[in-house]
């Protein structure tokens, strides 16, 4: 098959389109057509090492995202069959086939093509469970989302509209329609105006500012987080998807601070499809770029101003 490897940790550069093994599923996993890989911080983060070390040479095929069909079942999958439309996280998703467990994936909204539905697993999943998991969120409560424009950012804002929060959104300027229209019911330009000047009293923090695409922003990043605490009601929490927030910077401000790690699960990716079936939620894509175009993808993504998703297009 044709897939997308790095044989080295680098910059875009190392990025190869070349021929690579089809992977061969175990008992309890599917083999995918892959359609669509979306394309996550994550994935730059580990091609350039900061992530993972392997001894080099390696090979290692980079993606998370997938949408595509079951092309083979292994013998103890029950709940899938040759030809299902799938979406969910499977490493090595930068190819034309994946192989991963069954259990990681669930049926692809039916109203979304491959490619919306490829921009949607590992960010409606990191956001559901920095906000429902770990923020417990719930109905009439305050959310503010750090990056709300971002991949991650897109989903969390419709997510907790859905659950009937309200919802302060930080972006720049240039995002403000976008997010007013995806249901942010106060926005912020994070270049003009210090959010903690005119948010108080919330519920929840959900710190999204993308981390390690430059010094810039990443100075930026780090303290948007310090100056999140003040914003949050006593015993309120901070839900950091990029850094272990301090618990003693917590305690001091009389708050929780939590960092998650999204994990793969396909009941909530089923209720997740269920909610963009029912028209609550909607993948925005950036970009789509094809298989072969990775390295421009990597290097649109870095740029850390990504609104809503870069897509690959594995299937013309
Ligand atoms: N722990 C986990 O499980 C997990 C899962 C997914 C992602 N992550 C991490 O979460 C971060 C975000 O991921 P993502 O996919 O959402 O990234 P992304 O789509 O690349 O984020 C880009 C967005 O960040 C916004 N942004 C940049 N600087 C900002 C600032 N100072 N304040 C507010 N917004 C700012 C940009 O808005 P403007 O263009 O308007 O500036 C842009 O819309 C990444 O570091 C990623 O590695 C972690």
């Known amino acids: 098959m044709k897939a997308v490897r790095i044989h080295k940790y680098g910059g875009p550069e190392v990025l190869k389109y070349e021929d690579a093994p089809r992977p061969e599923p175990g008992e309890d996993d599917l ?14 983060q580990i091609r350039s090492g900061k992530r993972t070390v392997l001894e080099e040479p390696f090979s290692l095929i980079p993606g998370f995202d997938v949408s595509g069909v079951v092309e083979a079942t292994g013998s103890g999958v029950t709940h899938f069959q040759v030809g299902d439309a799938v979406y969910g996280m499977l490493p090595g998703a930068y190819a034309e086939y994946v192989a991963g ?95 903690e000047d005119v948010v108080r009293d919330v519920d929840v923090v959900l710190d ?18 310090e100056r999140s605490w003040s914003v949050l009601k006593k015993n309120g929490v901070l839900v950091s998807i990029c850094t272990r927030p301090s618990s003693e910077t917590a305690a001091a401000h009389g708050v929780r601070g939590k960092y998650i790690l999204a ?18 939620v ?35």
């Open 31 to 44: 083999l995918i057509r892959v359609h669509a890989a979306g394309v996550n911080p994550a994935d730059w």
């Open 101 to 195: 467990p069954a259990a990681s994936v669930a049926h692809k909204p039916r109203c979304l093509d491959h490619i919306h539905a490829a921009a949607m697993p590992a960010v409606a999943l990191t956001a559901w469970q920095a906000l429902f998991d770990a923020g417990e969120l719930s109905a009439g409560q305050t959310v503010l989302i750090q990056a709300a424009a971002g991949g991650v950012g897109h989903i969390a804002v419709q997510l907790a509209k859905w659950a009937g929060a309200r919802v302060i959104g930080t972006a720049s300027g240039r995002n403000e329609d976008f997010l007013r229209k995806i249901g942010v019911d106060e926005f912020i330009d994070y270049r003009t105006r210090r959010f």
């Open 208 to 225: 999204a500012v993308v981390r390690d695409a430059d010094e810039a922003i990443d100075a930026l990043a780090g303290e948007t987080l």
């Open 263 to 280: 994990q793969s699960n396909a009941a909530q990716l089923t209720e997740i499809a269920g909610l963009v079936d029912a028209g609550h």
């Open 282 to 316: 909607k993948p925005t894509i950036d970009t789509v770029l094809g298989l072969k175009d990775a390295r421009k993808a990597h290097e649109l993504s870095q740029t850390g101003h990504t609104r809503g998703k870069i897509v690959l297009r594995v299937v013309e």
